[in-house]
């Protein structure tokens, strides 16, 4: 579908989504504690732009970002939250909504090590692609993946991704260039 999308039409307020072990909301200064549980390893942070974090007054400014894309209608983070105890986990989200000649979004996501290999991003990414290409009516979404990140390969070809390309050398931060492996989805093709 590659109907004009009105963005100022959404997001009136932050949309809440449900799995069956998670919650999708927003995250707010309440979860900077949580945040820093796993934005400050380096196990999460090995292939971002940004380095681990020390303190919450940097997530806090974070936070404050994260919330201006949302306002702007030009990007959206949940916070995972574990349905059982309360407890924020992870983050995912559309890191970019162009309307422009099309309509398409590159998504983000991390998740606390301790909750690695139980099923919980395939989770919390289904729900989210589903709210993308039926609430969004995205078109098509991206993925831009280290080519050593085995995990969000592997994450990317079970949600059905193709393997699209390379682009090589493509950002430089941390003091090299890195390359993105490009994987995409369309919407005809997740719903098959
Ligand atoms: C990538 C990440 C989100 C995966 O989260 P997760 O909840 O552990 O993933 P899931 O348990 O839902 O796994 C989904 C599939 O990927 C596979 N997988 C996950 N991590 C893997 C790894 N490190 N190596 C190989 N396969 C892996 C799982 O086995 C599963 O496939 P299966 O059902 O066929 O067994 C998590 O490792 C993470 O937060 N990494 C650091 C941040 C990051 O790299 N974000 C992405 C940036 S592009």
Same mark, same amino acid.
């Given at each position: 579908m590659n109907s004009f999308i009105d963005k100022s039409l959404f997001w009136k307020t932050f949309p809440e989504l449900t799995t069956p072990r998670l919650e999708l909301k927003q995250i707010t200064s309440d979860h900077a504690q949580d945040l820093l549980a796993f934005w400050g390893e380096d196990t999460v942070t090995q292939y971002t732009d940004f380095e681990s974090f020390k303190s919450i007054n940097k997530i806090q400014d974070v936070i404050n970002w994260i919330q201006s894309r949302f306002e702007e209608k030009n990007g959206i983070r949940w916070g995972i939250f574990l349905k !059982?105890?309360?407890?924020m986990i992870g983050t995912c989200g559309f890191n970019s909504w162009i309307t422009k000649r099309g309509n398409k979004s590159e998504i983000g996501y991390d998740l606390h090590p301790k909750y690695w290999r139980r099923g919980i991003m395939y989770e919390a990414l289904t729900h989210m692609i589903t709210y993308g290409f039926? !609430?969004?009516?995205?078109h098509r979404i991206e993925a831009h993946v280290d080519p050593d990140n085995m995990g969000s390969q592997k994450i990317l070809e079970k949600l059905q991704f193709t393997k699209e390309g390379c682009l090589r050398e493509n950002g430089f931060w941390k003091g090299r260039y890195w390359t993105n492996i490009v994987f995409g989805l369309l919407e005809p093709e997740f719903f098959l």
């Open positions: !059982t105890n309360g407890k039926q !609430t969004m009516k995205l």
